[in-house]
């Protein structure tokens, strides 16, 4: 089991780090610990090594070779949507017993998805559209809520 | 309506019984010498040759009645001679037998000299056809009479000193007999002349009784004279008084009886159901040929069908025929006129009556021919006894010593048959009235046979009309391949289609009457009579197809024959439309019905049928064209709905992509605003941060606009807002990014108006749109109102944007809030330029997406004020 530390640590889970690189920094700033992770496969490897208080997720996560692939079912590959959903329903448990804290967001919402998150136990709150949280203070905002900041 | 035998018994309940009435009536009717000859010896010694006379009773009863008269007073002077002879009469006596004898041999004498004459007058009047009941032959024997009896009365009072004077009555008699014969008509110069004779004798004898001895009146002969002339006066008068009164009643009978056969005539030919079961009793051509025509399930002819006239015209001649008095017609042929291509015209048989010669000549006759060409009916009381200098001899029977009559068939001026009418040697004679009688005939047979061909034309029509209703050509083709054959009596018939009329391809559509291997044949413009007709559009009907093989294709016209398994007799091709659109053209081959060539009336309804054909493949092809026209544009319709989509989905993707940089850009201003408290570069981080707020507003509402549109269902946030204070927030930071310095917006808010639930980004994206029009579109230097308060009658908060711009028409209020449609002032004025016609549709879908609604209100007295009303779906509780 690794070892948690006092820092908050900020797990985020995105493809495209160039459009969350302002909110990372300001995490940063915030004196959060903050690893991005870019692949199915740099996600796994951080949650195995590290405890996180926070994994922020993309609902719409690539695979980008045969092992990623093997994740998920075809029906859960057919729409880039579900993969996310797909990773935190696999990952639901071991998040749960390590105490780290879910953030779902999302450019495009769609109620499907959003409604599936919910029905895998995760709060209203804990889904947003980047466009709800696209100044810093309101994605910082939302963040110290959830952590308890 | 009674039938025949119906009528036929009410009409022979009236036979006269009483003697004297059985007198006249054979007085009438032949002739008594004849007859007495007949009586006395049993055959015929002398025969007077006067038997014609019995089709006019009245003369026959005048020319009899001298007979008698004859008999009688050479009986009477026969008698006195042998009295006179054994009583040795006085010589006065003598001289006044000797003036009878010699007067009744004169008399004697010029009638056997003149009756030769008088045959002769009486044939040239029965060739000539009967023309008035009383016929001028006796004209010359009433002279004969009149001064016969004149010279003796002056001759025996001058020169033999005798008193005949009593001869005067027979003299009076013959005067009366004479003109009452001459009935009405002018009595002419000669009737003058003798009343002056005669009542110059009157006053001539009178004035010497009045001078002489009255007793001379009143011995021996003299006074037998006297008597016998006024008895003879008393019988001579009364008789032809009596005939003519008892044939004015018989005729009169008679007339009723010819009217109540008209009446019945016309009904039974006019009327479909008034056919007597019992009236066919054989000699019908169409009942011995039989009729392909007739209804196969009721074994009655169909009134719409060919033949029917037939069966109604051959019971009609039956009826006619019957051999009862007074009719004399035994025998009937009806002959109807039809045109033949080489033999020009034609008189078929179409119905017959005990008229077996008919079935020589069913090919046809020549309407010159015998007396068929007469204008009017004529009559001739014997086919034999005919004279005079015409030449033509009766088409049939011309040795018969019985009547005959001809009656013209007329239609519109033109014949159209003859109905031929022969009577029996021993039958009764021609009557006066048969002239009106068959002229009456005539015309209802005439417009009876025009009425059916009429019923059959409208019936054949209405059955094409029907196919105006079938759904589909190849139902259309069957069904008028069928109709066209039953109607155009045809053996063969095929409907060849020509389907587009620029084409020269032609195919067998439907065929009936050819092995079904006929599809098979090929027809193009330019090969045979089939493509001619079509590619003229004019008929070509070849009533003799032997005479004129050559003018066909041999091979072709081979190879017909065998798929119509028979020669080709007759051949018709009818086009379906003028050249310039021809649909192909209807084939019929041999006529199946009466003749075997297709008639004038045949192609009369071949090409009226044709030209409804014509209509219904027009139809069908419009149809067609409209059907494709419809599928092409539905094609279209399809296509463009698709590029719609793909274009919606290319700008929701769009948007949905640029919505990631735009937080992005958001997240790095308000990050740099953050790190950096240099006022200046705040200012512009904001001025920045502005302008992105703008395009993330207009691609967030563009897309769930769309996104809506393409049946998404998107996860919208719930927040409470206060509409008032954001729509002022995003006024300024319009006003910062818009160059509208020159608006002057007024904020007004009703108390009480609440906090407003809703989807913050989607409310800013409505306001965005209303704003950003207002700016785009208002006045210049113009005040715009955002005011908040309650509408309708549960006072529900609503946002109104008040500008004053373009004029929107009130028919636009509605459809500028359709997707890609603009108000007609923005879309012609060069100054609206802008845009594409999106964002109040946007508008629409969000607030709708919500719950709520937004419209466009306008007022006539203010053209350029619109208002925008904006009514939200959920009022918070606080305000």
Redesign the interface.
């Known amino acids: 089991m690794p070892e948690r530390r006092a820092v908050k640590t900020v797990l985020w889970f995105d493809n495209d780090p160039a459009m969350i690189e302002p909110y990372s920094a300001a995490l940063r700033d915030e004196g959060y610990t903050v690893t991005i992770a870019r692949s199915i496969t740099e996600a796994n490897s951080a949650l195995e090594s590290e405890t996180f208080d926070l994994l922020i997720l993309d609902v719409m996560i690539p695979t980008f070779d045969d092992a990623e692939e093997e994740e998920f079912s075809p029906e859960e590959t057919d729409c880039g949507g579900e993969t996310g959903l797909a990773f935190y329903r696999r990952r639901r448990q071991m998040l749960s017993s390590a105490n780290t804290e879910v953030l779902v967001i999302t450019v495009r919402l769609d109620k499907a998805i959003r409604d599936a998150f919910i029905a895998e136990g995760l709060a209203t709150e804990r889904i947003a559209t980047k466009i709800a949280l696209r100044t810093v203070d309101l994605f910082l905002e939302r963040v110290r809520e959830i952590l308890g900041d | 309506m009674p039938g025949f035998s119906q009528l036929e018994k009410s009409l022979t309940q009236n036979d006269p019984s009483s003697m004297i009435v059985d007198l006249i009536h054979r007085l009438s009717r032949a002739s008594v010498f004849l007859g007495s000859q007949r009586a006395l010896f049993g055959r015929v010694l002398i025969h007077d040759r006067a038997h014609l006379l019995r089709h006019s009773p009245t003369a026959m009863f005048f020319y009899n009645q001298r007979a008698i008269f004859f008999a009688l007073s050479g009986l009477f002077l026969l008698t006195n001679l042998l009295y006179f002879i054994l009583t040795s009469a006085a010589p006065e006596v003598w001289h006044s037998l000797f003036a009878l004898l010699s007067a009744w041999a004169i008399a004697f004498c010029l009638t056997l000299y003149f009756h030769v004459h008088f045959l002769s007058t009486l044939n040239n009047w029965a060739e000539a056809g009967i023309e008035g009941d009383l016929p001028p032959f006796f004209r010359r024997y009433f002279l004969i009479d009149f001064f016969v009896i004149y010279s003796a009365i002056v001759i025996a009072r001058l020169f033999l000193s005798v008193h005949l004077d009593g001869l005067i009555f027979l003299l009076l008699a013959n005067t009366f007999v004479y003109s009452a014969y001459r009935g009405t008509r002018k009595s002419g110069f000669v009737l003058v002349l003798c009343g002056f004779l005669f009542w110059g004798l009157v006053i001539f004898l009178a004035a010497e009784i009045w001078k002489g001895d009255p007793a001379h009146y009143f011995r021996d002969l003299s006074t037998i004279i006297f008597f016998g002339s006024f008895v003879g006066l008393f019988f001579a008068t009364i008789g032809p008084i009596t005939t003519i009164s008892d044939l004015r009643a018989e005729q009169e009978k008679i007339t009723q009886r010819r009217l109540q056969l008209l009446g019945l005539f016309e009904t039974v030919l006019s009327d479909p159901g008034s056919t007597d079961s019992s009236s066919p009793r054989g000699g019908s051509e169409d009942s011995a040929n039989g009729d392909s025509t007739l209804d196969n399930d009721s074994n009655k002819p169909s009134p719409t069908k060919r033949g029917y006239f037939r069966e109604k015209a051959t019971a009609v001649l039956q009826q006619l025929c019957s051999p009862e008095e007074p009719f004399w017609y035994s025998s009937a042929c009806l002959w109807l006129r039809e045109g033949h291509r080489d033999r020009r015209d034609l008189l078929l048989p179409a119905a017959t009556y005990d008229f077996e010669e008919a079935n020589d000549h069913l090919n046809g006759i020549s309407p010159n021919k015998g007396y068929f060409d007469y204008p009017d009916v004529i009559i001739l009381p014997s086919l034999k006894y005919r004279f005079g200098n015409d030449d033509r001899s009766p088409a049939f029977r011309k040795g018969l010593d019985a009547p005959a009559a001809c009656v013209p068939l007329i239609l519109r001026g033109q014949r159209v048959g003859v109905l031929a009418l022969y009577g029996n040697p021993a039958g009764p004679p021609v009557h006066v009235e048969d002239r009106a009688f068959l002229r009456s005939l005539g015309f209802i047979v005439a417009n009876s046979l025009e009425q059916s061909q009429r019923r059959h034309r409208s019936a054949a029509e209405a059955e094409l009309d029907n196919l105006l209703r079938v759904a589909s050509l190849k139902e259309v083709f069957n069904s008028a391949v069928m109709i066209l054959k039953r109607y155009l009596v045809a053996k063969g018939c095929m409907v060849i289609f020509r389907e587009d009329p620029n084409l020269p391809q032609l195919r067998i559509a439907a065929q009936v009457g050819f092995d079904k291997d006929v599809l098979g044949m090929d027809y193009e413009i330019g090969k045979g009579e089939t493509e001619r007709c079509a590619e003229t559009g004019n008929v070509i009907r070849i009533d003799d197809a032997k005479r004129h093989r050559k003018s066909f294709d041999q091979e072709r016209l081979r190879t017909l024959e065998r798929y119509h398994r028979d020669a080709i007799r007759s051949w018709m091709a009818i086009p379906i439309g003028p050249p310039s659109e021809n649909y192909g053209v209807i084939k019929v081959v041999n006529r199946d019905f009466r003749c075997d060539w297709f008639t004038d009336d045949d192609q009369r309804l071949g090409e009226n049928l044709a030209l409804r054909l014509q209509v219904i493949f027009q139809r069908f092809m419009h149809l067609r064209r409209t059907e494709d026209a419809s599928r092409e544009a539905k094609q279209l319709a399809r296509k463009a709905e698709i590029e719609a989509k793909a274009r919606q989905n290319d700008i929701m993707n769009v948007t949905?992509q640029l919505?990631?940089?735009?937080?992005?850009v958001?997240?790095?201003t308000?990050?740099l605003k953050?790190?950096y408290s240099s006022q200046p570069l705040r200012r512009d981080l904001q001025r920045l941060e502005d302008h992105v707020e703008d395009a993330?507003a207009l691609c967030?509402g563009t897309?769930l606009s769309l996104?809506r549109a393409t049946g998404?269902?998107?996860?919208l946030?719930s927040k409470d807002i206060n509409v008032f204070d954001e729509a002022k927030l995003l006024v300024e930071r319009l006003q910062s990014t818009n160059s509208r310095g020159d608006l002057a917006f007024e904020y007004r808010r009703e108390p009480g108006f609440p906090i407003i639930r809703i989807d913050r980004?989607l409310f800013i994206s409505v306001m965005y749109t209303l704003i950003h029009n207002a700016m785009k579109y208002a006045q210049p230097r113009s005040r715009v109102i955002i005011e908040c308060g309650f509408e309708g009658p549960s006072e529900e908060p609503a946002l109104k944007l008040k500008t004053l711009g373009p004029c929107i028409q009130l028919h636009e209020r509605d459809l500028i809030f359709e997707k890609f449609e603009r108000g007609y002032m923005v879309k012609t004025t060069g100054r609206y330029h802008r845009g594409v016609g999106l964002g109040l549709w946007v508008a629409r879908q969000l607030i709708e997406e919500v719950g709520g609604n937004i419209r466009l209100e306008l007022s006539p007295e203010h053209p350029n004020l619109a208002v925008f009303a904006v009514r939200f779906p959920h009022a918070s509780e606080g305000t």
């Open positions: 949905h919505q990631g940089p735009l937080v992005s958001i997240g790095s308000t990050l953050k790190r993330l967030n897309f996104a998404k269902e998107l996860s946030g980004d």
